[in-house]
Structure formats: structure tokens, C-alpha cells
């Protein structure tokens, strides 16, 4: 069986970050090993959160794996917190890293032109170096232009996309690919460019009129899930934006849905029927 690792906080409460991961990823027959970074009593859009941190755990987590001669099909890493995290990512790439494994990142920090609660520019800066050390990155469109430090765009041309992918593999990664982007009214999508081949891809499906909290963490992890299961990145890219927008569906199909997360275990049997295509 292929075997990940994530690295993201656990919201016990919120349906993001690994209360996704963990269920979209194990479903997909995948096992998914974590590192929890922090325990929080709800995600960061609830008031009042309890947030307990984490990072002391991360290098007796990784000591531990090495001992043990543990090895991974991909690493995913999402929200992350604060510099020491990013270091302590970076040290956990260069031990579980290998020449075919995926490092995938989706560098979790802004949405809508603003950074979350607790991120700064300095911080966007130092996730931009820990991209460096990624074989995809998966931003939005606002956490594009952060990672680059440039203003945000939320409607770019076909031409500004490539332009802003181009920017990004220049970062380093051989693949990014950025998530929320349109070529076509009433659609919405992702646009990836691969800096080896040179191929940009895009695939859209309907742009539904709503946004829902943890969807980013559901198209991540159902990419990561595909790629360890040996798609290839425009297929799990493709699987990802279908699914996405099926979760969506569900949420507004059920009327007693939450405001805080998507009915994304509504939508696992299309997701899998979807994988076996
Ligand atoms: O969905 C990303 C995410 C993950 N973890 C926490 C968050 C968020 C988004 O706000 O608050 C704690």
C-alpha cells in the first residue's frame, strides 16, 4: 500500500487540515501517516479557539521514523504556523525526501487579498524559500502573490497566469499550480505549468456561486492522494477540481449543511468512482 505523510495542525472541530486529509486520503486506499502541528479546539475562522502548539514534537516524530526505516510516497504539508515549523519542514524534506517521491505544498496562509489571522508578509517570505525544496506547489491566487510579493490580482489574464507559473517554478519547484482561476465565465478552476516539459494545463469545472471554508485542504489532499497512487499531476489535478466541486454540491444539497466546512464524506463514493476512471 502507498503511504504518506502529512503535515498540518489538527482543528478538531472545523473540517480542515487533517480531519480532511486524513479521511479523503485513507478512502482512497493510500495509507496517510501525520505529523500533527498543533491542536486547535475549532479552525482559525471560529472565535475564541484554544490553540495548543505542537513543535516540539516534529524532530522526535521524524528521529523516531528514521530509527524505524520508515519511507513515504509523499509528503504534503498545509498549514504551518510559525519560522521554526518552516525549519523544522525543511530538515523533515532533506531526511524523507527521495528522487521519486512527491513533495507537495500547499503553502496555507491568505484567501480573498488577506493573509489569515497570524501570517505576515515575513512569514510568506520564508514559505516562498520552503517551496524551493517542493516538487508541487499548490497556492491560490492570493497566496501567489504573497509567495512572489507582488499586489494581488484576483482576475489575471490567460498570459498574467503563465507569467505568475513561471514565477513560481522559478522559486523552485519543478511544478505549481494554482487553484481558484478562471479562462471562462461561470467556470473555475486550476492552471498548472510544469517547468521541465514546459506544458501548461488547465482544467475548469462549474464556478459554483458560494465559497466554503476547507476546500483548499480537500483539493490538496485528494491531489496528493492521486499522485501517490501513481496518476499523473494533471490527472490528480483534474480528480481534485471534480471532487472539489462535488463536496460543494453535497453542502448545498443538504439543508441542515454547517457554515464552517463541506460535506466532502457525502461525496467519497464519487470521489472513488471518479479514481477508478
Ligand atoms: O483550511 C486551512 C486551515 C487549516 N488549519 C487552520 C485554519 C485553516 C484556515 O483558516 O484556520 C487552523
Known amino acids: 500500500m502507498k503511504r504518506i505523510v502529512t503535515v498540518q495542525d489538527i482543528s478538531c472541530v472545523g473540517k480542515c487540515s487533517l480531519t480532511v486529509a486524513l479521511p479523503i486520503i485513507s478512502a482512497m486506499g493510500v495509507e496517510a501517516a501525520v505529523v500533527p502541528t498543533a491542536v486547535l479546539s475549532t479552525h482559525t475562522a471560529f472565535k475564541n479557539f ?3 502548539d505542537l513543535t516540539d514534537e516534529i524532530a522526535p516524530i521524524c ?4 530509527q524505524e526505516g520508515i519511507t513515504f510516497d509523499a509528503i504534503y504539508t498545509g498549514y504551518l504556523g510559525s519560522f521554526r515549523q518552516l525549519e523544522l519542514v525543511s530538515d523533515l524534506f532533506r531526511r524523507f525526501g527521495t528522487e521519486t ?10 484567501d480573498n487579498g488577506k493573509l489569515y489571522a497570524g501570517f505576515t508578509e515575513e512569514f510568506a517570505a520564508k514559505m516562498a524559500e520552503l517551496c524551493g ?3 508541487l506547489i499548490l497556492p491560490n491566487l492570493t497566496e501567489a502573490a504573497f509567495l512572489l510579493g507582488i499586489p494581488y490580482n484576483p482576475t489575471p489574464t490567460e498570459e498574467e497566469l503563465h507569467v505568475l507559473l513561471r514565477r513560481l517554478t522559478d522559486l523552485g519547484p519543478r511544478r505549481a ?6 479562462l471562462c465565465e461561470g467556470r473555475l478552476g486550476v492552471m498548472s505549468y510544469d517547468k521541465v516539459t514546459g506544458e501548461y494545463f488547465y482544467y475548469d469545472n462549474e464556478h459554483l456561486p458560494v465559497s466554503f471554508h476547507g476546500t483548499g485542504d480537500i483539493f490538496a ?12 499531476a494533471n490527472e490528480s489535478l483534474a480528480l ?3 471532487y472539489t466541486v462535488e463536496c460543494m454540491r453535497a453542502t448545498m ?14 461525496a467519497i463514493p464519487y470521489l472513488l468512482s471518479a479514481l477508478r476512471r
Not at 177 to 182: D, F, M, N, Q
Open 177 to 182: 499550480a494554482l487553484t481558484g482561476v478562471s
Open 63 to 66: 528521529n523516531h521514523w528514521e
Open 240 to 242: 481534485a477540481v471534480d
Open 101 to 110: 517521491n512527491h513533495i507537495v505544498i500547499d503553502p496555507v496562509m491568505a
Open 50 to 52: 484554544t490553540f495548543c
Open 133 to 135: 525544496a517542493a516538487d
Open 221 to 232: 489532499s485528494t491531489v496528493v492522494g492521486a499522485l501517490a497512487l501513481g496518476k499523473t
Open 253 to 266: 444539497a443538504d439543508p441542515t449543511h454547517n457554515w464552517y466546512g463541506v460535506n466532502f464524506e457525502t
